[in-house]
């Protein structure tokens, strides 16, 4: 900027809005809250050094600056050496994305869910410019907006408060190019100038054409170019979306060229002249003088013009999220055509008074020192790229994140977020991660249980914690620790709403009862087994007759006769709940030596016994439970009647042995400390008033969660037992894994 002179009682400010087909100088100053405009020049390129807003020779476009600087100086009398500059809107990318987030369980949306979505969208559209960004450039966003949202899949305005499973959104997206900001740089240093500020030309536009006041409402700017139409929306104070179609101006030059039979120069002179409402006259090509009036002129524009608006009206929309604008303004020379105003208000389906040209009356304020020069729409970009100097919202800044210092376009709504996405961090490591999930068929049908949920990122800014939204500003220092995952899913087949502990099965007109399993990618497993992702599980209501014969520890001869509901059974039939089994085993007499027949018996009974107490061991090992001695186990007590086990008591005439009655005490709060053998030790049972079987599982550790075999054996003094049977004093128990 130039200093303060006496001549300029403000500091003056130095402005180029450098387009495609010319470069507009303006200098001024501002005072008593009013701008002052010094001088301006213009300098039309020479060649095609720039096209649809960016530089593709940086030496002519330099040549053309200097030059516009060298006039401007000459007219003020004083150096200039420093600019303020603005991209063109029609350079912006935009990428649209959809994102889902699904919640566990239906439940009612809050606005932390709603900006975990947005914020999500904008960090996908991020990593989609990204992977379709073949010139290997940085890029940075300039703002995002929510095209449509979506509960349970269906399309909605708004999600707050609305109850649900699954929210979406389709989020639009925009970045300017690293390459068209160090296009600018390097034009304006190879002219001899620094940069004071850069901003967007729609927001340059805006500092003129829509006063502060106007932003807290859902307006569109729309700036009709020569070759595009550059596009912005505004709500809540900011300017939430940006768009362009590729479609202005010169389109219409181009119609009044071959409508009346001109060449592009003589086109432009009526198209700028049917505002003046008089007989236009003109020269066509072949050099004979012609008239026509701008209702003719307007007439044959009408169809082009109908083509433009439609898709100026249908690219709000679409950055507004599905629905029209409060109202439009217009800037540029493309919109001063009369019909172009009303055609775009009967598209957008708003009142025609809704839509208006900026122009004089909104440069009122602005003071030109040279009288010479027109107020109209074309100047609004111009002086404003000056004004937001002022500002300085709309700017490069730097911060530091991680102790890594990195660059952020300023939009005056900056947050740390923006600031982690810039950096390249993770969206994943901002937010909780939750742990793996499984997912598997019960029954055929798909289930899918998530994992839990870690703990956030850790945010500090300037030292301090810190929300993921902060608002940020230049120099600031963000620390972000990254989230953490929680724990994985975990689904043993016992916690499944399918299963049921056991089956009962009547055996020879006793009830047996056994363990429920089910199938798990064909295999048998106990309701302890933990289901792994991709697994197959159907829930097994049934036991074979080969499965129940093995169970009962029966070996079936050729000659034995099974029966399942009175009719004859074969080894694969299934047995359901309260079946009922008969076993009818006979076996031809053969015979053989009883000596031998003993002998093996006592070798078989051995090898069981041997067999059993390995098991115990291990399974003590495995528990942890100290063995206080190695005694022998007794034989079962006989069965009473209906295969009730009678109550143990000592012979007949003789007294009760201390040791028998210590392992029965009652306590002063009513319960009873029950002392048992488990394979071999001695354990106390406490905190109840009776025992039953499964109490002892409180009592030891064995783990059920890690199947050693098919089945967990349980046995009392002996002789099978379930988990139901009623424990009593010295009763003599074995738990073991069997295949």
Not at 224 to 252: F, N, Q, W
Not at 478 to 491: F, K, L, Y
Not at 520 to 528: A, D, F, I, M
Not at 709 to 716: P, S
Request: with cysteine.
């Amino acid at each position: 900027m130039a200093a303060k002179t006496d001549r300029y009682p403000g500091q003056l400010v130095f402005g180029l809005d450098i387009g495609t087909r010319s470069v507009v100088g303006t200098v001024g100053y501002m005072f008593n809250k009013s701008f002052h405009v010094v001088a301006m020049h213009t300098k039309m390129h020479e060649t095609r050094s720039m096209l649809d807003g960016q530089i593709h020779d940086i030496a002519a476009v330099s040549d053309t600056i200097a030059e516009v600087r060298a006039e401007l100086q000459r007219k003020i009398g004083q150096p200039l050496n420093n600019v303020c500059i603005a991209a063109a809107g029609r350079v912006l990318r935009t990428v649209t994305v959809h994102v889902e987030q699904k919640f566990e369980e239906e439940r009612d949306i809050n606005s932390e869910d709603i900006y975990s979505l947005e914020i999500l969208g904008a960090q996908r559209a991020y990593e989609e410019f990204l992977k379709n960004n073949t010139l290997n450039m940085r890029f940075y966003r300039v703002g995002y907006t929510v095209e449509r949202y979506y509960l349970n899949k269906y399309q909605m305005t708004e999600l707050l408060n609305h109850r649900g499973a699954e929210i979406g959104a389709d989020v639009i997206a925009t970045f300017l190019p690293d390459e068209v900001v160090d296009g600018l740089y390097k034009a304006v240093g190879m002219a001899g100038l620094n940069v004071a500020d850069l901003t967007l030309e729609p927001i340059a536009a805006m500092e003129v054409a829509i006063p502060k006041s106007y932003r807290m409402l859902n307006l569109a700017l729309v700036d009709i170019g020569a070759g595009t139409s550059d596009i912005s929306v505004t709500r809540d104070g900011a300017i939430v979306a940006y768009g362009m179609i590729p479609s202005a101006g010169d389109e219409l030059t181009e119609v009044i060229a071959r409508e009346f039979l001109t060449d592009f120069a003589e086109a432009e002179y009526i198209k700028t002249n049917v505002l003046e409402g008089k007989p236009i006259e003109f020269t066509d090509i072949m050099g004979l003088k012609q008239k026509t009036t701008p209702e003719e002129v307007e007439q044959k524009l009408l169809p082009t013009v109908k083509t433009i608006t439609r898709e100026i009206s249908d690219q709000i929309k679409r950055l507004n999220g599905g629905k029209p604008v409060s109202a439009i303004f217009l800037v540029g020379g493309g919109g001063k055509v009369p019909i172009f105003a009303k055609c775009l208000a009967e598209e957008m389906e708003i009142a025609p008074e809704r839509v208006a040209v900026r122009g004089e009356e909104v440069l009122k304020d602005i003071d030109f020192k040279d009288t010479r020069i027109k107020k109209d729409s074309l100047l609004v970009t111009p002086i404003g790229i000056c004004l937001n100097y002022y500002n300085q919202n709309n700017n490069f800044i730097f911060v530091g994140f991680n102790d890594m210092q990195i660059k952020l376009y300023d939009n005056a709504h900056l947050q740390v977020v923006d600031a982690a996405m810039q950096a390249g961090f993770s969206n994943a490591d901002l937010f909780p991660k939750r742990g793996a999930e499984v997912s598997y068929t019960i029954n055929g049908k798909t289930r899918v249980v998530r994992g839990e949920l870690g703990e956030g990122a850790v945010i500090t800014l300037n030292g301090e914690t810190a929300p993921i939204n902060a608002r940020i500003k230049a120099g600031d220092n963000i620390r972000v620790v990254p989230s953490t995952a929680g724990a994985d899913a975990v689904v043993p087949i016992n916690s499944l709403p399918e299963y049921t502990d056991s089956i009962r099965i009547n055996v020879n007109e006793k009830t047996v009862v056994m363990p429920k399993f089910a199938e798990v990618n064909g295999e048998l497993q106990s309701g302890y087994y933990e289901i792994q992702d991709g697994d197959e599980v159907v829930m097994r209501d049934y036991y074979t007759v080969a499965q129940i014969l093995e169970f009962l520890d029966i070996q079936k001869e050729s000659d034995s006769e099974i029966y399942v509901n009175h009719e004859e059974a074969y080894s694969e039939m299934p047995v359901y709940e309260n079946f009922s089994v008969d076993l009818e085993i006979h076996q031809e007499e053969l015979m053989p030596d009883p000596e031998e027949v003993a002998k093996k018996e006592e070798e078989k009974a051995k090898k069981k016994e041997e067999a059993e107490k390995k098991k115990a061991e291990e399974l003590l090992k495995e528990a942890g439970i100290e063995r206080k001695s190695s005694p022998e186990i007794p034989e079962a007590a006989p069965e009473g009647k209906g295969g009730e086990r009678p109550e143990q008591k000592p012979e007949e005439g003789k007294e009760e042995s201390k040791d028998w009655k210590d392992m029965q005490k009652k306590m002063p709060d009513g319960t009873t400390e029950l002392t048992v053998k488990i394979n071999g030790a001695e354990v106390v049972l406490k905190g109840k008033k009776d025992y039953i079987y499964v109490d002892v599982f409180e009592q030891i550790h064995f783990d059920l969660s890690k199947p050693k075999g098919k089945l967990v054996v349980t046995k009392l003094n002996g002789m099978r037992a379930n988990y139901a049977e009623k424990l009593r004093p010295g009763d003599i128990l074995d738990i073991y894994w069997s295949n």
